[in-house]
T-cell receptor, first 115, second 111 residues
């Protein structure tokens, strides 16, 4: 079975531009979460979506937005890019069950560099 | 808010045992996860604890004490490939499936 997939793998943008990152969850998983990981730090939670509804939002500015599609894939959009947005963006999928383990499995990430 | 602390770096010898500690403060604890992350790669799931005690999975074991806000990951029979960052993450009630991660412990396994 395929794991979580993300595209693109790497991306270089300039300040002020916008970017769209894509994620396909593991087959059968209905929940997708997005995390930002700056070098040397642990991942920071950005969003969680379940059945196309936003279930949680982290402490990120409104320049960050996301959505989930009927096939459970997801997009993360970042507008007006800043140098500080340079990071590894990780997508994680899970079954979405409340209670229980509901382990999140991470994709390979998109490495975003803002110049 | 939540606070998670783990050592920044550790070094151990191949074949030895190493224990990586994690302390946390959170309201509404709903599970603790350990992930392994090799440089430039995504985190991979290692273990999950929600009740007090030890969970064993091959060479890896994880322990939880909710009253102390404490967990550890135990790695036995260390191999060179175990050199990686080990991330402790806590999930809280009311936060969906949001995980709050520590900064990670960089483990270096030497000959």
């Amino acid at each position: 079975d395929a794991g979580v997939t993300q595209s693109p793998t790497h991306l270089i943008k300039t300040r002020g531009q916008h970017v769209t990152l894509r994620c396909s969850p593991i087959s059968g998983h209905k929940s997708v979460s997005w995390y930002q990981q700056v070098l040397g730090q642990g991942p920071q939670f950005i969003f969680q979506y379940y059945e196309k509804e936003e279930r949680g939002r982290g402490n990120f500015p409104d320049r960050f937005s996301a959505r989930q599609f009927p096939n459970y894939s997801s997009e993360l959009n970042v507008n007006a890019l800043l140098l500080g947005d340079s990071a590894l963006y990780l997508c994680a999928s899970s079954l979405g069950r409340t209670g229980g383990t509901d382990t999140q499995y991470f994709g390979p990430g998109t490495r975003l560099t803002v110049l | 808010g939540q606070n998670i602390d783990q050592p920044t770096e550790m070094t151990a010898t191949e074949g030895a045992i190493v224990q990586i500690n994690c302390t946390y403060q959170t309201s509404g604890f709903n599970g603790l996860f350990w992930y392994q992350q090799h440089a430039g790669e995504a985190p991979t799931f290692l273990s999950y604890n929600v009740l007090d005690g030890l969970e064993e999975k091959g060479r890896f074991s994880s322990f939880l004490s909710r009253s102390k806000g404490y967990s550890y990951l135990l790695l036995k029979e260390l191999q060179m490939k175990d050199s990686a960052s080990y991330l402790c993450a806590v999930r809280s009630t009311g936060g969906g499936n949001k995980l709050t991660f520590g900064t990670g412990t960089q483990l270096k396994v030497e000959l």
